[in-house]
């Protein structure tokens, strides 16, 4: 499903490429689909858009674990918002 989700999010990021919600769900979407590096890409591009949502953000560990830049990660960051 998420393989599908993304599909459908990276069409609607062609339509609104500034839009930092839809990267917000994109950098989730990679996440479970444990493409760490690409979430962090989307996150990335979050942050020059919305530091202030970017702020908000944390990608879940076994992202960062798995990219090895869990520590870079977990001071960039503060809470998860989908698990809230």
Do not use: C, H
């Not at 839809?22 to 962090?40: F, G, M, P």
């Not at 702020?55 to 503060?78: W, Y």
């Amino acid at each position: 499903r998420f393989s599908m989700a993304r599909e459908y999010y990276l069409r609607a990021l062609n339509l609104l490429p500034d839009n930092p919600r839809l990267l917000l769900v994109l950098a989730r979407i990679e996440q479970e689909l444990q493409n760490s590096e690409q979430a962090l890409d989307y996150y990335n591009r979050l942050k020059v858009l919305s530091p202030q949502l970017a702020g908000k953000i944390r990608i879940v560990q076994t992202a960062a674990d798995s990219s090895g830049r869990s520590e870079q990660i977990n001071k960039e960051t503060e809470a998860v918002p989908w698990q809230e």
